[in-house]
T-cell receptor
Framework: AQSVTQLDSQVPVFEEAPVELRCNYSSSVSVYLFWYVQYPNQGLQLLLKYLSGSTLVKGINGFEAEFNKSQTSFHLRKPSVHISDTAEYFCAVSVIQGAQKLVFGQGTRLTINP | EAGVAQSPRYKIIEKRQSVAFWCNPISGHATLYWYQQILGQGPKLLIQFQNNGVVDDSQLPKDRFSAERLKGVDSTLKIQPAKLEDSAVYLC??????????????FGDGTRLSIL
């Protein structure tokens, strides 16, 4: 079975500061990795995904994430955040073989202060 | 491209009543998912359809929850009778290709259910 741990439930950051949201996963088989964002009263939107190849993945809205197989991590970063980045961020994994079944972390609430 | 449509957006019922949610996936998407998202938690998969067949319903509380996807397009999720712990947002998602873990899922805005 797979599991995902997001190490911070809340992250407050000042506008234009850098941010890192941490994600660790556990799986006995190879997985795909995803980051989703959820704005208030909305569904989830895909930010980026790691399938294979380069371990540094770039996504929408200036976000990027780095896959580290030895540390089983997939941390999300942005060099300079904006007020509009205030949202809940979810890390998720899916096994490579067979139909996709996403397992989500608990989420990290990112709050941007002016 | 129209997104995943869900209705209603909000629903308030008393415990032991029944409720139903509706989802219309993106046109042509073979796979449809229902998730339960309890406040402060990540979404949890309830049931997954591929066309009109069930792929995974291992986490669906079958004594009170049921779901169907007639004709392989839209889907309904029902709770009968509802319990207080069913208060959550119910999210529907769809993806294009069945059997491919790399496919991104597209989510609707969800139905927020409150049980009194």
């Amino acid at each position: 079975a797979q599991s995902v741990t997001q190490l911070d439930s809340q992250v407050p950051v000042f506008e234009e500061a850098p941010v890192e949201l941490r994600c660790n996963y556990s799986s006995s088989v190879s997985v795909y990795l995803f980051w989703y964002v959820q704005y208030p009263n909305q569904g989830l939107q895909l930010l980026l995904k790691y399938l294979s190849g380069s371990t540094l993945v770039k996504g929408i809205n200036g976000f990027e994430a780095e896959f580290n197989k030895s540390q089983t991590s997939f941390h999300l970063r942005k060099p300079s955040v904006h007020i509009s980045d205030t949202a809940e961020y979810f890390c998720a994994v899916s096994v490579i073989q067979g139909a996709q079944k996403l397992v989500f972390g608990q989420g990290t609430r990112l709050t941007i202060n002016p | 491209e129209a997104g995943v449509a869900q209705s209603p957006r909000y629903k308030i019922i008393e415990k032991r009543q029944s409720v139903a949610f509706w989802c219309n996936p993106i046109s042509g998407h073979a796979t449809l998912y229902w998730y339960q998202q309890i406040l402060g938690q990540g979404p949890k998969l309830l049931i997954q359809f591929q066309n009109n067949g069930v792929v995974d319903d291992s986490q669906l509380p079958k004594d009170r929850f049921s779901a169907e996807r007639l004709k392989g397009v839209d889907s309904t999720l029902k709770i009968q009778p509802a319990k207080l712990e069913d208060s959550a947002v119910y999210l529907c998602a769809s993806s294009l290709e069945p059997g491919q873990g790399s496919q991104p899922q597209h989510f609707g805005d969800g139905t927020r259910l409150s049980i009194l």
